[in-house]
Structures are given as C-alpha cells and as structure tokens.
C-alpha cells in the first residue's frame, strides 16, 4: 500500500465500525506496528463520534503516510476544537474524547477551512517515546 491518502467517510454511528476498520486495514498496510495502529483507531473512533453526536452532516477519515509517521485527518463541519485540555475529573460524565486523543497521539493538530474543521493525527511508525 502506497503512502497516498485514501478516504472513507461517516454519517451515522452504524459507519463508526467501517471507519476502525478503515483505519486498521491503512495503518497496517502503512507498516505502523499493532499497538500504534490500535492507538490511531481509538483516537479517530473518539473523533468520528464527536462528529456524530455535536454536529450535522458527518465527516471524513483520510489516511496516509509521510515523514516517518502515519497521518490522519478527520474533518467534519463542528466548531474548532481547542488543544491543551486537562484530563475531566474521574466522576465527569463527558470529556475526556479529546484529551484521550491528544495523549495517546504523537502530534495533534486542529485547523478550520471554510465551513470545515480538521483535526490532524500523528503517529511515528517507530514509537521513540
């Protein structure tokens, strides 16, 4: 598999297992090891439903590889997402999807375009952590 983007896209929460699977078919085709890849799957799951339940019309998941890392996009219409949470107290309800993602990822990115936002995803295929 080539380092090229490929897509897949999401609009209700039955595609949320097409998008795991997805992600885990490119991730390994793209040489990121097991337990990394398993990483990137439950940060885009926490992404993509996000998406599903705070906003209309739901997103995108592209995947592809450059630079020694694995890299990820999901884009839907929501609002900009701040960086730089704390982790929500043990008893909180909600909260903790983007925080998860931004420590179990090497590099996370949030831009807005238009009517868009992406969040970008980084995982180094040899963990040096």
Request: charged share 30%.
């Amino acid at each position: 598999m080539s380092g090229e983007p490929d897509e897949t896209s999401y609009a209700e929460p039955g595609d949320l297992a097409k998008v795991r699977e997805f992600v885990r078919d490119r991730a390994a085709g793209l040489g990121l090891p097991e337990e990394r890849a398993e990483l990137l799957i439950l940060a885009v799951s926490e992404l993509a439903t996000n998406t599903l339940q705070h906003t209309d019309g739901g997103g995108r998941v592209r995947v592809w590889s450059s630079g020694g890392r694995v890299i990820c996009d999901v884009t839907d219409g929501g609002a900009l997402r701040p960086l730089g949470r704390d982790m929500p107290a043990a008893d909180a309800l909600r909260g903790r999807g983007l925080a998860i993602v931004e420590r179990i990822c090497d590099e996370v990115a949030v831009e807005t375009a238009g009517d868009s936002t992406r969040v970008r995803l980084e995982l180094d295929l040899e963990h040096s952590r």
